[in-house]
Nanobody, 121 residues
């Protein structure tokens, strides 16, 4: 089971740090990705991180603004989001896969319930 947290309302240009904590299994062997889904749009990949800490951008919009990290001892993955824009408004999900990082939602075995991020003045 995953539990995401850290979402909320933030003004444009602000920052948020999302957390994804696993319980009942170890994240160490999994690639963990963050996805997001805005109203009326398909779920899209954001960033992915391997068990060893290698990261993969799953979209161009993350460059220079978003980063992903993990703390295996805490069984938690983080998504740091800076310089947020209104178009970043979405429900953010974390997901786990045993195969290499991908933006294909079908390749992920476990999903969290999502956390809402709203960027608005």
């Amino acid at each position: 089971q995953f539990v995401e947290s850290g979402g909320g309302l933030v003004q444009p240009g602000g920052s948020l740090r999302l957390s994804c904590e696993a319980s009942g299994f170890s994240l160490n062997d999994y690639r963990i990705a963050w996805f997001r889904q805005a109203p009326g749009k398909e779920r899209e990949g954001v960033l992915c991180i391997s068990g060893g800490g290698a990261t993969t951008d799953l979209a161009d919009f993350v460059k220079g603004r978003f980063s992903i990290s993990r703390d295996n001892a805490r069984n938690t993955v983080f998504l740091q989001m800076n310089s947020l824009k209104p178009e970043d408004t979405a429900v953010y999900y974390c997901a786990a896969s045993l195969i290499p990082c991908s933006g294909n939602v079908r390749l992920y075995d476990y999903w969290g319930q999502g956390t809402q991020v709203t960027v608005s003045s």
